[in-house]
């Protein structure tokens, strides 16, 4: 896997932050009661999810490996945990957390250690949520949207919007796959600039990029309504329960 595209979000921080979706509010049903519960968020990024975990009442300690995407978290979540780490070490003890999240980063992170360091930190009975929050592949102007992230990915790195077939491995139970559709009003602006914030497009050539934003107002041109598009999106993922040790 390349470090290089794994590390590539911390200079565009502040867009990603601006410009990638929140979790849907239907995702607090996914999650269930955690006010009061003793919550680590993996790769947690600029916080998009931390926010959504701190609303509804989680104790939350994170681990971000970037500088850059963790300083804009602390900022706007001072009272959070921060630690610096990554997902094959986590700087926590063993079973103190009764859950742990992991949202559009699965696909980054070094296979069984990942899984293993997960099953780890959590509490017997504890839940792992492994989620992914992007495009639906229900329209085909969609399909077309999403090859222009995507055409340039790393073979090494997993699609995003996959399951997590790991769990499956026998540190884990009532291993659950996840899907909830939602709706992301966005003008032609937004969606272009959260493009941006994607590695298979901010890596590229300033003119590749250029490209890629032409083709993509193209297509969205096609369905905006006074320039703007209700984007059909979805929260999918896999749900799992730490094994009795």
Same mark, same amino acid.
């Given at each position: 896997?390349?470090?290089?595209?794994?590390?590539?979000?911390?200079?565009?921080?502040?867009?990603?932050?601006?410009?990638?979706?929140?979790?849907?509010?239907?995702?607090?049903?996914?999650?269930?009661?955690?006010?009061?519960?003793?919550?680590?968020?993996?790769?947690?990024?600029?916080?998009?999810?931390?926010?959504?975990?701190?609303?509804?009442?989680?104790?939350?300690?994170?681990?971000?490996?970037?500088?850059?995407?963790?300083?804009?978290?602390?900022?706007?979540?001072?009272?959070?945990?921060?630690?610096?780490?990554?997902?094959?070490?986590?700087?926590?003890?063993?079973?103190?957390?009764?859950?742990?999240?992991?949202?559009?980063? !699965?696909?980054? /992170?070094?296979?069984?250690?990942?899984?293993?360091?997960?099953?780890?930190? =959590? %509490? *017997? #009975?504890? @839940?792992?949520?492994?989620? !992914?929050?992007? /495009?639906?592949?229900?329209?085909?102007?969609?399909?077309?949207?999403?090859? =222009? %992230? *995507? #055409?340039? @990915?790393?073979?090494?790195?997993?699609?995003?919007?996959?399951?997590?077939?790991?769990?499956?491995?026998?540190?884990?139970?009532?291993?659950?796959?996840?899907?909830?559709?939602?709706?992301?009003?966005?003008?032609?602006?937004?969606?272009?600039?959260?493009?941006?914030?994607?590695?298979?497009?901010?890596?590229?050539?300033?003119?590749?990029?250029?490209?890629?934003?032409?083709?993509?107002?193209?297509?969205?041109?096609?369905?905006?309504?006074?320039?703007?598009?209700?984007?059909?999106?979805?929260?999918?993922?896999?749900?799992?329960?730490?094994?009795?040790?």
């Amino acid at each position: 896997m390349s470090v290089e595209r794994a590390q590539s979000f911390g200079a565009i921080a502040e867009l990603y932050d601006h410009y990638r979706p929140s979790p849907p509010p239907e995702a607090a049903a996914l999650l269930g009661d955690i006010d009061g519960m003793r919550v680590l968020e993996v790769a947690a990024g600029t916080g998009l999810w931390s926010r959504f975990l701190l609303e509804h009442g989680a104790d939350l300690t994170i681990v971000e490996p970037d500088e850059k995407m963790r300083a804009v978290l602390e900022r706007r979540s001072p009272q959070v945990h921060a630690l610096v780490g990554t997902a094959e070490s986590l700087p926590v003890a063993d079973a103190t957390f009764d859950v742990v999240v992991v949202s559009s980063a !699965w696909h980054w /992170f070094r296979q069984p250690d990942a899984t293993q360091e997960m099953a780890r930190v =959590l %509490r *017997d #009975g504890g @839940r792992l949520f492994v989620l !992914w929050n992007g /495009f639906s592949r229900s329209l085909p102007w969609l399909d077309e949207v999403s090859k =222009l %992230r *995507d #055409g340039k @990915r790393d073979p090494s790195v997993r699609p995003r919007s996959w399951t997590a077939p790991e769990l499956a491995q026998g540190l884990f139970v009532d291993v659950t796959d996840v899907s909830i559709d939602w709706t992301w009003p966005r003008t032609t602006d937004e969606v272009v600039k959260l493009f941006g914030t994607y590695s298979g497009v901010s890596t590229r050539s300033e003119a590749q990029r250029a490209e890629i934003g032409a083709r993509l107002r193209e297509l969205l041109a096609q369905v905006t309504v006074s320039d703007v598009v209700d984007v059909p999106m979805t929260l999918r993922g896999t749900v799992a329960t730490r094994s009795t040790r």
